[in-house]
Every structure is written in C-alpha cells, then in structure tokens.
C-alpha cells in the first residue's frame, strides 16, 4: 500500500467520505434501477429522551418483499462512546452508511486530535443521507434516526431524518421504518417528560411490541431463538446495550399484560 | 552556460544528514516503553494543545519529534493510510509493520530526492493481544527502520537519554514506575520536570478496541508523586 498524497487544494482535512472519493473507493455510486428487486429491508426503530438521556431500540428483521431474510439484523448500531444510530430501509446501503458513519466521526476525531460535536456527528449523517437521494430514488432508501448523550448541554438529544437528507431535531421521541405509525402512537400515549431510564426501556419495548404486532415487517421478540430487540441507553455514562436476559423480563411482562387485556 | 557544481554523493548525503539531525536536536525528546499493561510514552512537551502522540487506529499510536508541522502531517497520513485500509479489508488487517515500511519509504525518498529532508524522527507502536506480539518501531530522518523490543528513545539528545533509562529499565514494571524512569531520563541535571512538562500516552492492553489513551495532568501529577 501507498500513502494516499494530495496537493493542497485537493486535501480532504479530515472528511473520510471525501478521502474515500479521491481514492476512488466512494460506496456512493450510481445504483441500477432495483426498485423491481426484493432486496432485504430493516424496519421499526425508535428513541425517545428520558431523565438521564436516550434510549434506542430497533427490531431484528429483515424482510425480502414478503419473505424474512434476517431474524438476527442489529439496526440499533453504537456510533460512538455517547451516541447511536438506528437505521431503517433496504438493509445493504443502510449497514454501509452507519460503517461509514463511524469511521467518519472516529476519523476526524484522530485527525483534529478532538471529537466531533453531538451536533457536527448530526450534521455529518444527513449528509450521507443526502449522498444516498440518487440510489433512494431507486428504491433504496436509507431513513436513520440519530441519538446521543450531548455532554455540553448534559442532556440527550435525537433527530431524525428524510430521504433528502432532512434533519429534524426532535424534544420527545421519534419513530421511523414500516411500523412506524403503530410505534409512535404508542410512544405517543404514554411518553412522560423525564422518564427514568428503566421506564423509558419499557416503553420503547411496548413500542416495538405492537409494531410487530400490526406490521408483518417488523420483528417481534422471538422467545423460540432467544432474538430479542437491540434496546440500548446512552448518558453520560456512555452507551450501554440492555441484555437480552432483562429485556427477557421486559417482554415478558408485556405479553402477559397483553393476555389479561 | 554555467556549470553545477560537483559535489560528491558521500558528502552530500552527510550534509543532508548533519542538516536533518540539528533541526531535531532543536526539539525534545521523547521515551516509549513496555510496561506491565502496554506501551507508554513520555514526551517532553509544554504544549497542551500540540500534540506529539497520538493515536493512529486501535492498537497503533504515533509520535514524533523535530518539526512539528512535518511530523503532524507524517501523522494525518497515517491516520487516513490505517482508516483506508480498515474500510477496505478489515480492522485486523491494520498493523504497525506495514505502516512503519509506509512512512521509511517516504522518509527515505524525500531525504534523496527532495531539496530538504524531513527534520524529523518518529515511532511507530503497536500494542499486541498479548504481550509478545508488542512492536516498536523507530524510523530516523533518511528513512532507516529499527526495530526494538523494550524501549525506543528519540529526539536531540537520545543517546545519553538511552543509557539512562537502560540503566533503569525492567520488564513488566508498573506505569507509576516507567513513568518516573522516563522523567528522570529527560530531565537535565539542572531540572526535574514537571507533569506539566510531559505529555504521556498509553497503548493499553486492556481488551477494548481503542487502546490509545491520554493521561491527564491531574492523573500524571499523581502519578509522579
């Protein structure tokens, strides 16, 4: 391998997205028309903001038109120590964005010598979204949500996005994917200013329950394998991924509410 | 038509060399070592915001002595060298040796064809998964590699610096105590720096997946209590 040199006008600083296009290795290229194809696509994804900061959670579905291809896809993904993505739609470009999305905010980290702001990692995913509209408009469309602890303020925040790269600050919580509308009218109901965290789990789990319930797409806990959502919290103790054992108990605890309905 | 002068290969590499070497005896020097959970490095450094060390990918960091606007950006290169390659194939496939071949080939190629060299020596180290597979690079100005097992000292005054700490050093000893090792090395007899003075790094073999860290002053003035 080589040292990838530039001339002065032609540095990329300490954007990896465009260090990639000088090096002829840019993921965002023309895609053929594929909206005719089943290609895999991921589902529900939610956050909300509680108390001490976020927590995501995503289904683990993957579906092919009318067919699951992926029982075990992990569409809540940690982008960083104090933040997270969640990511729904066809499922290759969308795991090929987050990739890159936290090798950018790695990258510019060790470039600049300091991390990027909660708001500049914000900025950088519409971005890639944006970088996406071509293949979108072929029917691959990317929807993410992005989540963090922002440590400058001390409180969590989430956005989310549209296929054109549109970023939304959202105050509450925010849903995206095909079980969407089930989801946030849940979240809707019984979202509560400064939830605790466990609260806030066991909402966003109720969430993606009665997605899975009304949605074919979306995954609903499989007790059978053991598969159960990527439920995860961030605050200023960082990222942290609730074990499937807990959330074991969590949806336990729902499913049985549900029976006594 | 005026005629260049000749000036013979031998002679020139020497004057390029006696060039290289003075503008990194302007600098400070710098300690790496092997410690009981890693590498550590220590820098002489005022600086809180110039930074010698740093980190390159997971288990690799740099550091740097000479220039500064030379070595940062021999650092950059590194940073985007490492990232490429971990997108292109895998993480595992980043490693230490690879780079520090990366870097002699462009150090050395600048110190024959380029009007100046590189006023500048680095390190290169890579923590391993388990403690043999530590390496330690040292690539001088003209583009020359050593490898070492224990140590690497670099900068201006490196040979006195060295015997210092061979003197001192021991495998496996704790951070507190190569911390101090390094200190007294860099210090002058005249003065004992201070964690003010020093900017210390660590490659920690502790199972994450970023190794690299940065001690702070408040935990570098305990330790040199």
């Known amino acids: 391998m080589k040292f990838p040199l530039f001339s002065i006008e032609q540095d990329p600083g300490s954007n990896f997205g465009e260090l990639l296009k000088r090096v002829g290795l840019s993921p965002f290229s023309n895609y053929a028309n594929v909206s005719q194809v089943d290609i895999p696509h991921a589902t529900t994804c939610v956050a909300i903001r509680c108390a001490d900061g976020v927590v995501m959670a995503g289904d683990r579905r993957a579906t092919s038109g009318n067919l699951i291809s992926h029982r075990s896809m992990e569409k809540v993904v940690q982008a960083d120590d104090f933040s997270g993505v969640a990511i729904a739609g066809a499922a290759g470009p969308a795991m090929e964005m987050v990739k890159l999305f936290q090798l950018q905010i790695e990258h510019y980290e060790k470039v600049e010598g300091q991390p990027l702001s909660l708001e500049g990692k914000a900025n950088q995913l519409s971005m890639f979204v944006r970088n996406n509209l071509p293949a979108a408009m072929q029917g691959l469309m990317v929807v993410p949500i992005f989540a963090g602890y922002d440590d400058q303020i001390g409180q969590g925040r989430l956005w989310d996005y549209d296929a054109t790269g549109g970023r939304y600050e959202e105050l509450d919580f925010v849903a995206t994917g095909s079980g969407q509308l089930h989801a946030s009218t849940v979240l809707r109901v019984s979202w509560r200013k400064d939830m605790s965290v466990a609260d806030a789990i066991e909402l966003v789990s109720r969430a993606l329950w009665e997605a899975s319930d009304a949605d074919s797409a979306t995954g609903g806990p499989d007790v059978l394998r053991g598969i159960y959502p990527v439920v995860a919290s961030i605050t200023k103790n960082g990222f942290t991924r609730v074990s499937d054992f807990d959330l074991a108990a969590v949806f336990a605890t729902i499913t049985t509410g549900v029976q006594q309905r | 038509m005026s005629m260049p002068y000749y000036v013979a290969p031998e002679q020139m590499m020497k004057d390029r060399a006696d060039f290289a070497r003075k503008g990194i005896a302007r600098g400070r020097s710098l300690v790496a070592m092997r410690y009981n959970e890693g590498i550590a490095i220590i820098a002489e450094n ?83 998964v388990v403690p043999a597979k530590d390496q330690l690079f040292h690539i001088m100005y003209d583009g020359t ?81």
């Open chain 2, 46 to 128: 005022p600086s809180n915001t110039l930074r010698k060390t740093s980190e390159i990918y997971d288990r690799i960091a740099f550091a740097g002595v000479g220039k500064y606007n030379e070595f940062d950006q021999l650092r950059v290169l590194g940073v985007r060298s490492a990232d490429l390659k971990g997108y292109q194939f895998s993480r595992h496939d980043v490693d230490a040796r690879s780079l520090a071949n990366q870097y002699a080939q462009m150090i050395g190629q600048t110190f024959t064809h380029e009007v100046k060299p590189l006023e500048v020596e680095i390190l290169i180290a890579e923590v391993g």
């Open chain 2, 145 to 225: 590699v050593l490898d070492e097992k224990r140590f690497i000292v670099i900068g201006g005054d490196a040979d006195s610096i060295r015997s210092k700490v061979e003197t001192a050093f021991v495998e496996d000893l704790p951070l507190q105590e190569v911390v101090k090792i390094a200190r007294t090395a860099l210090s002058t007899d005249e003065r004992l720096l201070q964690s003010t003075d020093l900017e210390v790094a660590l490659l920690q073999r502790n199972g994450s997946r970023r190794c690299f860290k940065r001690v702070t002053e408040h935990s570098l003035t305990e330790l040199l209590a």
